[in-house]
Nanobody
Framework: QVQLVESGGGLVQAGGSLRLSCVAS????????IGWFRQAPGKEREFVVG????????IYADSVKGRFTISRDNAKNTAYLQMNSLKTEDTAVYLC???????????????WGQGTQVTVSS
């Protein structure tokens, strides 16, 4: 089992940047695929990006490709989401998830953090 805690959210103007962190408890972080998802009020949970256990494969949602970058440091039990060129439509709660499958489907991830709010103003 793993517990996840996100941080780094906040209020930023359009065009700005934020860096989110996802810190995992336990010694098994490296055995999990990590995904970032987001959920805006009244909308379904949306896949943002996923990264494999060793970081060698990454998949991005088309909406963030070229603007967001995921990385992970298994020695620090931490995953990061660098978000550049933020748009108002990126406003959402961002959640980190861990699972066994390298997938876009949030239902395939077993463990979730509480989320961190990202608000992009125009």
């Amino acid at each position: 089992q793993v517990q996840l805690v996100e941080s780094g959210g906040g209020l930023v103007q359009a065009g700005g940047s934020l860096r989110l962190s996802c810190v995992a408890s336990g010694r098994t972080f490296s055995t999990y695929v990590i995904g970032w998802f987001r959920q805006a009020p009244g909308k379904e949970r949306e896949f943002v990006v996923g990264i494999t256990r060793n970081g060698m494969s990454i998949i991005y949602a088309d909406s963030v490709k070229g603007r967001f970058t995921i990385s992970r440091d298994n020695a620090k039990n931490t995953a990061y989401l660098q978000m550049n060129s933020l748009k108002t439509e990126d406003t959402a709660v961002y959640l980190c998830a861990a699972g066994s499958n390298f997938a876009r489907d949030y239902r395939l991830y077993q463990y979730w953090g509480q989320g961190t709010q990202v608000t992009v103003s125009s």
